[in-house]
């Protein structure tokens, strides 16, 4: 029977949803399990809101004290959804405790905590794995795959966007994702550093951008109380505004280190696009397409196809392609957001029980904070920035 291993969650909101219903199904899925993971404790700001967690997320315990919780000598994991200016302290801490950690995208707010992030897990020697679960979307690890086996040749061109409305209505309330202090940038860190690992993922180091940013709405609805609130359906006009100090929007030119060049769009402002989460990779053997709100899908072309039927065609995932074996039978039958966090569960789980580094791990991580901040930097001065290294 596989071990069970104890997870300490840090944070209950929208992620600490996705991560609890990951370890509750992991080993339904992937059977036999790399590992059991046991929902031990899990940690909120106030014992009420952890209380409430731990009853409907399915945790033994509920804590407010994540100091005490990550020194406990039965935790094994330690897992932080929180927002993004609470991820360093807690990864420190749970480093220097000896503990395996995975910790939510971006890594941190900045390049320097994601450094100190990195160095605390290397010193400790433990498993770290941040989570950007969109590489781990089955056609995505399928567009990666043809790409190892050289089926599209030289890459020549990354074309990737992440575009979203939630935020469009400059009356959707001020979540902490507005402000600087806790979420460290805009669409650059919370949407766009997917683009980046997905970039990172298929085409290697990103050398250098060249970006525009913009912040359009400066001000939004200050919120009170409970949970983070996002979305137009959450508006309130007639509440106190409070300032926006992130970036609303990225578009930047990319030069990978190979010679690959391309480009990378995000903004939370585009109406009528939901999670419009794109790639399109060129090169000398083919191209892939990829759009997340059509998860099941690839679309391929060889350059090698017949002439009669140049064009792409449509790849369903399924049992022959990658996770397949753990996830549904039949292709197409439909792959879901809770699909990629569960097998980013399975890789992590993987790795800890059998003693490797999984990717993205916290370099992967601190590595895309460098690109994120090399945007922000282009952004201000409107030059080419080289990413730190
Ligand atoms: N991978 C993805 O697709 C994805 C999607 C959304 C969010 N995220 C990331 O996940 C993280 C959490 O985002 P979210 O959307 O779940 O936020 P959220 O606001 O919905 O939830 C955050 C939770 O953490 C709790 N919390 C805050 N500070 C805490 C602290 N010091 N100790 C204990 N609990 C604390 C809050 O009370 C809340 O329960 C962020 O880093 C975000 O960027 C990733």
Redesign the pocket.
């Known amino acids: 029977m596989p071990k069970a291993l104890n997870v300490a969650m ?7 949803k ?1 991560h609890a219903a990951a370890y509750a199904a992991m080993p339904m899925f992937f059977w036999p399990a790399p590992a059991i993971p046991v929902r031990k404790v899990i ?3 106030s014992h009420e ?1 952890a209380e409430e ?1 731990r009853v409907r997320y399915g945790f033994e315990e509920a804590s407010s004290d ?1 100091r005490a919780v990550v020194r406990r000598p039965d935790i094994d994991v330690v897992d932080i ?4 200016d ?2 360093a302290e ?1 990864a420190i801490a749970a480093a220097e405790a000896g503990k395996h950690i995975i910790c ?3 890594l941190a707010r900045t390049a320097a905590e994601a450094k100190a992030m990195r160095d605390a897990v290397g010193k400790a020697g433990t498993v770290n794995m941040v ?4 590489r781990r979307t089955p056609a995505v690890a399928l567009a990666r795959k043809y790409i190892e086996e050289g089926r599209i040749g030289r890459i020549l061109n990354f074309r990737g966007t992440y575009l979203q409305d939630w935020s469009a209505d400059p009356d959707s309330p001020l979540s ?1 994702r507005f402000q600087k202090k806790v979420a460290g940038s805009g669409a650059i860190g ?1 949407i766009g550093t ?1 683009v980046v690992d997905i970039a990172r993922y298929l085409v290697g180091e990103i050398a250098e951008v060249c970006a525009l940013v913009q912040t359009y709405h400066k001000t939004r609805p200050v919120q009170s109380g409970g ?2 609130k996002l979305g137009a359906a959450e508006k309130n006009a007639t509440a106190a505004r409070g300032e926006v100090d992130v970036d609303d929007e990225v578009v930047t030119l990319l030069k990978f280190d190979g010679g690959a060049i391309g480009s990378l769009e995000a903004t939370r402002n585009a109406y009528g696009r939901n999670n419009f989460l794109t790639f399109e990779v060129h090169g000398t053997g083919g191209s892939i397409a990829f759009n997340y709100e059509r998860r099941d899908e690839l679309q391929v072309m060889f350059a090698d196809d017949p002439a009669d039927a140049r064009g792409f065609r449509t790849v369903y995932t399924g049992p022959a392609h990658p996770y397949g074996s753990g996830l549904w039978p039949i292709p197409a039958l439909g792959i879901g957001y809770t699909e990629t966090k569960i097998v980013e569960c399975y890789d992590f789980f993987s790795a800890v029980v059998g003693g490797i580094q999984p990717s993205p791990n916290f370099e992967d991580g601190y590595r895309t904070a460098c690109v994120a901040d090399a945007l922000g930097e282009s952004g201000e001065t409107g030059a080419w920035i080289k990413v730190q290294q």
Do not use: C, Q, R
């Open positions: 840090i944070g209950g909101g929208f992620m600490g996705a940690v909120d700001v809101l967690g994540w959804v929180t927002p993004n609470s991820h807690i939510e995208k971006p989570a950007f679960n969109y902490w919370d997917h949970l983070d």
